[in-house]
Nanobody, 112 residues
Framework: VQLQAFGGGLVQAGGSLRLSCAAS????????VAWYRQAPGKQREWVAT???????NYAASLKGRFTISRDNAKNTGYLHMNNLKPEDTAVYYC???????WGQGTLVTVSS
């Protein structure tokens, strides 16, 4: 499965973005979709996961501002980010599990 993450960009603090993770192939619906992020000079960290059945889980520090979703008909996962803060600046990656495929990452920059 090939993944393409997109939707990043420059946004002011307090703004919103929706990231997309588009998958090729026919196995998207049987995989969980996870989002990770890596800020400059920091290790990659897990953000959220949505299972094949739609169950969601979030990093505690982000719950309430970020929402993960999926559209199996479009082979696409989403990360809705609200009330963005400068510390959310990072490259955001998506991953399918158990497939193991990673998207190439999309940069989110939040200005103060």
């Amino acid at each position: 499965v090939q993944l393409q993450a997109f939707g990043g960009g420059l946004v002011q603090a307090g703004g919103s973005l929706r990231l997309s993770c588009a998958a090729s192939g026919s196995f998207f619906s049987i995989n969980a979709v996870a989002w990770y992020r890596q800020a400059p000079g920091k290790q990659r960290e897990w953000v959220a996961t949505i299972t094949k059945n739609g169950l969601t889980n979030y990093a505690a520090s982000l719950k309430g501002r970020f929402t993960i979703s999926r559209d199996n008909a479009k082979n696409t996962g989403y990360l809705h980010m609200n009330n963005l803060k400068p510390e959310d600046t990072a490259v955001y990656y998506c991953k399918l599990t158990p497939d193991g495929s990673w998207g190439q990452g999309t940069l989110v920059t939040v200005s103060s």
